[in-house]
Structures are given as structure tokens and as C-alpha cells.
């Protein structure tokens, strides 16, 4: 079994330059984060709350938290103080309120805006013509505190690489509207690739590819 700092290394090797790495850590133990972090790595993602909040204090200050789960409303005031930045920005309400949250305890922070371009319905997230239509620059100007970064996506859970490939031309295509409509500076993150897909999310602009099992191995639910 190759160690997790190999699978790392393998990993980094095989990435464009440019491309970042997000160790997806969810249900290891903060023993196996470590091992990567020893390594090197810094940038962990981790898609709930509870568990991003009790692993952070147990790894060093400058590991770089990302949260790609679904977030809850009742949970940002917890989230915000450990994470670096939030994939998963499912409606407007939600960006309003991570915004408000920021402001009280006086920080930016980043976030993606999460485009449903899968076709399982339990996925959340914009359709990209919502997205086009309430990701305003009006919006936008609105929100002192959220840096809004760009677009996360998912693609379904299946072997058919020609469906996996459609959309994530579709969540590129609407990353680069968006990119034209806001005129953002900052607006240059696409979060997309995992395990399975990542060398099609590179293919299709991906920025971030998000991977837990071929670092860590299987998940233990
Ligand atoms: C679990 C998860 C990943 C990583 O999945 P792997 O297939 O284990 O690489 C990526 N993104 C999100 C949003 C996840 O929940």
C-alpha cells in the first residue's frame, strides 16, 4: 500500500502547474491528516461542520480549511472562524448570511458559488441560468465581506466519461459567463475533479480538484 505522502506526491506530479490540491480528509482520523500534513500538504477539505470544527484545533494554524459539504444556515456562525474558504454556496440567502457572519467577527472570506450541473436531484447547488441570474454585479457590490472566488461543481456519480465530460463543459462555460458578467478580479477559482474525474475537470479548467480516496483510501462510514 503506497503511504499517504506517496499518494500526495504521485498526485502532484501528475497535476498542471497552477492546479491546487485539496486533501479531502471527511471521516479519517486527524492522525491520517497529519501524516499529510508531515508531508508537506496544507489544504484540507472537509464536508461537515462538526467534523472540520473538531479536527482544526487538533493540526497546526496553517493548515488551510475548505468546506465542500452542504451547509446548514445554523452553522456558519460556528464554520467561520477555521475555514479559509466555503465551496458550497448553494443560494443567495446563504452568501447574504455568511457575509453578515464575517462582518461580526471582522474577516473576509472566500467563497465559490456552487453550480448543479448533475443529474441527481440530491445534489444542491445554482442551475447554471439561476446562477447568471442572481450572481449580480449588484449582488456582488453588496457583500463587503465574502470574497466571492468563483464556481465549485460536482459531476454525477457514474462511469459514463462522455456524460461526466458535458458537464463539466457546461460549469466551465458558465464559470467564464459569470467571470465576464462580474468582472471581478478575484473571480478566478473552478473547483471541480475528484478521485474518479479530476483528469477530465483538468482538461475543462479546473483549478482546485478536490480528492479524498486516492490520497487517504476508502472512507469507513
Ligand atoms: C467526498 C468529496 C470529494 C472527494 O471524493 P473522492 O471520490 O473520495 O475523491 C470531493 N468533493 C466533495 C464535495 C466531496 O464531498
Do not use: C
Amino acid at each position: 500500500m503506497p503511504t499517504i505522502a506517496q499518494n500526495i506526491a504521485d498526485l502532484a506530479a501528475r497535476l498542471p502547474q497552477g492546479v491546487r490540491l485539496i486533501a479531502v480528509s471527511k471521516f479519517h482520523p486527524a492522525e491520517r491528516l497529519r501524516e499529510a500534513y508531515d508531508a508537506g500538504h496544507r489544504l484540507f477539505g472537509e464536508n461537515r461542520v462538526q467534523e472540520l470544527v473538531a479536527k482544526a484545533p487538533q493540526l497546526p494554524d496553517d493548515v488551510e480549511w475548505h468546506f465542500i459539504g452542504h451547509l446548514q444556515r445554523n452553522k456558519v456562525r460556528q464554520l467561520l472562524p477555521h475555514v479559509a474558504m466555503i465551496h458550497s454556496v448553494h443560494s443567495v440567502e446563504l452568501l447574504r448570511l455568511i457575509d453578515k457572519e464575517a462582518a461580526r467577527i471582522g474577516r473576509a472570506i472566500d467563497v465559490l458559488i456552487e453550480l448543479h450541473v448533475a443529474q441527481e436531484m440530491t445534489k444542491s447547488g445554482f442551475a447554471p441560468d439561476e446562477a447568471l441570474s442572481e450572481i449580480t454585479p449588484e449582488l456582488v457590490s453588496s457583500l463587503a465581506n465574502v470574497r466571492l472566488r468563483g464556481v465549485m461543481t460536482m459531476a454525477t456519480f457514474t462511469d459514463d466519461m462522455e456524460q461526466v465530460e458535458r458537464e463539466f463543459t457546461l460549469a466551465q462555460a458558465t464559470f467564464e459567463q459569470l467571470k465576464d458578467g462580474l468582472q471581478l478580479p478575484s473571480f478566478d477559482q473552478l473547483s471541480m475533479g475528484m478521485s474518479d474525474d479530476w483528469p477530465v475537470a483538468v482538461r475543462h479548467g479546473s483549478t482546485m480538484v478536490r480528492i479524498g480516496t486516492d490520497i487517504f483510501g476508502p472512507r469507513e462510514y
